[in-house]
């Protein structure tokens, strides 16, 4: 009797050890996707750093301005309670006097509006007063200078309250310096205490990465002004 041989539906593998193509691919796809992960990981990890790097940037700015400003109100006479009405020894082209003060050299006037030029990021501060030497140290001698502090200030920034808390204690009113509760940088006035508070606001970045960052500072007079 002749014997009826059948042929397998599906083709054998060459040696015991060998894949077929199909497995082949998936074992591939497999590692393109697993290759896809790792990298969008990586990725997302370094914009993180970015943005922390920037971050840890942005706050030193703040704190070397807020520094600057403090050491030149406890080196100041007197602050004027109307710096709008005070005459600066500097053009301001349509900037907010915030904050002016009155030294035995000369006025400092601190001034919030557009920048002078276009490689400022957003408003600006910026610092009307004596200028500095190579030392670092103010050169009392020297003509008044215009100079920018800090840029990136948004045009419009929630309105600052730390005013009312930060001198809640005063017999008088606060006094809201030019109204600047709504700057990206704010003082206030007891004309009790001599104390002045600080706002500095910024913003850096764009679209879904735009970030904002505030500092607040309490500067007490000098002893004897």
Request: aromatic content about 4%.
């Amino acid at each position: 009797m002749t014997g009826i041989k059948v042929r397998s539906r599906w083709p054998r593998r060459q040696g015991p050890g060998g894949f077929s193509l199909l497995e082949l691919l998936l074992a591939l796809g497999l590692g393109l996707t697993l290759s896809g992960v790792i990298l969008q990981a990586l990725l997302a990890d370094g914009q993180i750093s970015l943005r922390l790097g920037r971050l840890v940037r942005e706050k030193d700015n703040q704190r070397r301005t807020l520094a600057l400003v403090q050491l030149d109100l406890q080196r100041s006479l007197s602050v004027s309670p109307n710096p709008g009405a005070e005459v600066s020894p500097c053009g301001l082209a349509g900037r907010l006097p915030v904050l002016h003060l009155r030294t035995s050299a000369g006025a400092i006037t601190y001034s919030v509006g557009a920048a002078p030029s276009g490689i400022w990021r957003g408003q600006v501060l910026m610092r009307c007063g004596p200028a500095f030497g190579l030392d670092g140290a103010t050169n009392w001698a020297s003509a008044a200078q215009n100079r920018v502090v800090i840029d990136g200030l948004p045009l419009t920034p929630a309105v600052w309250r730390g005013c009312e808390g930060l001198v809640a204690a005063s017999s008088e009113a606060t006094v809201d310096l030019a109204q600047s509760s709504g700057k990206g940088f704010s003082a206030c006035l007891d004309p009790a205490t001599g104390l002045v508070a600080l706002r500095l606001a910024q913003e850096f970045g764009g679209g879904t990465n735009q970030q904002r960052m505030e500092s607040e500072q309490l500067v007490a007079p000098a002893e004897g002004a």
